[in-house]
């Protein structure tokens, strides 16, 4: 399911069932370097194409995903917001500068959504006062207009959501019994799931809703990461995490010494794939992938 990326193709449909039930690795995946000694996995994370050591005993129990890689979440919350805000424009009396998908909506994609409103409208010089997380949609101040946008985006959810790529490796990986863990800045990431029809395929979700509940950072804090763990029952030592460009999930998951750290470029931003692959590189992960379409 990783394309050709991979010096060394990541053949996740070749895995074997190990001892207890661990899934495990083929022995090309990982070799070995010396670390910080916190753990046996933890000190295999660099040389992934290493053969001159014996790595046949990795084992890992769970993946973790962005949600990005599995539904399509980007457009319809990305939609969701340039309507809320458009709205409030045209109500302005005087024009206002465009809703720039870029610069308003993918370079603050971690942030919550009413973090992104804030900032969009401060950065064309509107006084709009925040409010409170009870206005409704017509209450102009920022929480009004995330009123307005979650009103959309619910829309967007029943109007039914689109699988990414990743949704075919979450059913491989379920198949041979790995625990799957999904983690998104999205305040409704269990209803996109639910909206696309595959809710129960998750052990854990993680939405901005949960890291609001628990007062969980966001990344690159690992917070979110480390719950998903928790929620399964997992070591990060026996864990994948998998997580896209522009998410900083990288970064976020070799801070808490994950087992494997894949990044993954992102169709939805501007940076070819070289720039991005360099970045995530930058951030930590062990190796780039493109998920196949």
Same mark, same amino acid.
């Given at each position: 399911?990783?394309?050709?990326?991979?010096?060394?193709?990541?053949?996740? @449909?070749?895995?074997?069932?190990?001892?207890?039930?661990?899934?495990?690795?083929?022995?090309?995946?990982?070799?070995?370097?010396?670390?910080?000694?916190?753990?046996?996995?933890?000190?295999?994370?660099?040389?992934?194409?290493?053969?001159?050591?014996?790595?046949?005993?990795?084992?890992?129990?769970?993946?973790?995903?962005?949600?990005?890689?599995?539904?399509?979440?980007?457009?319809?919350?990305?939609?969701?917001?340039?309507?809320?805000?458009?709205?409030?424009?045209?109500?302005?009396?005087?024009?206002?500068?465009?809703?720039?998908?870029?610069?308003?909506?993918?370079?603050?994609?971690?942030?919550?959504?009413?973090?992104?409103?804030?900032?969009?409208?401060?950065?064309?010089?509107?006084?709009?006062?925040?409010?409170?997380?009870?206005?409704?949609?017509?209450?102009?101040?920022?929480?009004?207009?995330?009123?307005?946008?979650?009103?959309?985006?619910?829309?967007?959810?029943?109007?039914?959501?689109?699988?990414?790529?990743?949704?075919?490796?979450?059913?491989?990986?379920?198949?041979?019994?790995?625990?799957?863990?999904?983690?998104?800045?999205? @305040?409704?990431?269990?209803?996109?799931?639910?909206?696309?029809?595959?809710?129960?395929?998750?052990?854990?979700?993680?939405?901005?809703?949960?890291?609001?509940?628990?007062?969980?950072?966001?990344?690159?804090?690992?917070?979110?990461?480390?719950?998903?763990?928790?929620?399964?029952?997992?070591?990060?030592?026996?864990?994948?995490?998998?997580?896209?460009?522009?998410?900083?999930?990288?970064?976020?998951?070799?801070?808490?010494?994950?087992?494997?750290?894949?990044?993954?470029?992102?169709?939805? @931003?501007?940076?070819?794939?070289?720039?991005?692959?360099?970045?995530?590189?930058?951030?930590?992960?062990?190796?780039?992938?493109?998920?196949?379409?």
């Amino acid at each position: 399911f990783f394309s050709k990326f991979f010096l060394e193709p990541l053949s996740w @449909h070749r895995m074997n069932l190990g001892a207890n039930g661990f899934v495990k690795t083929p022995s090309s995946i990982m070799g070995a370097l010396p670390s910080d000694q916190r753990h046996r996995l933890s000190e295999m994370r660099r040389f992934l194409s290493t053969e001159s050591l014996d790595t046949s005993d990795i084992e890992f129990r769970a993946v973790i995903m962005d949600l990005s890689l599995i539904v399509d979440v980007v457009t319809p919350v990305g939609k969701a917001m340039r309507s809320a805000v458009e709205s409030l424009f045209e109500r302005c009396s005087h024009k206002v500068k465009e809703f720039d998908w870029e610069e308003d909506y993918l370079k603050r994609i971690t942030e919550n959504s009413r973090m992104r409103i804030k900032a969009c409208l401060e950065s064309r010089n509107l006084q709009v006062d925040f409010g409170s997380v009870t206005d409704n949609a017509q209450c102009h101040t920022v929480c009004g207009v995330d009123a307005a946008y979650r009103v959309v985006l619910n829309q967007e959810i029943h109007a039914g959501i689109k699988k990414q790529a990743g949704v075919h490796l979450v059913r491989t990986l379920k198949a041979y019994g790995v625990k799957i863990g999904v983690v998104t800045a999205c @305040h409704h990431g269990r209803d996109l799931l639910r909206g696309a029809g595959i809710l129960g395929l998750f052990d854990s979700v993680v939405d901005s809703a949960a890291m609001e509940r628990f007062a969980l950072q966001r990344m690159p804090s690992p917070d979110s990461i480390l719950k998903s763990c928790g929620d399964m029952g997992v070591s990060p030592y026996e864990t994948v995490l998998i997580q896209p460009y522009g998410s900083r999930g990288c970064e976020a998951g070799v801070s808490a010494s994950f087992a494997l750290v894949i990044g993954v470029p992102s169709p939805f @931003h501007t940076q070819d794939f070289g720039e991005q692959t360099a970045e995530l590189y930058r951030e930590g992960a062990d190796r780039v992938v493109e998920l196949e379409t």
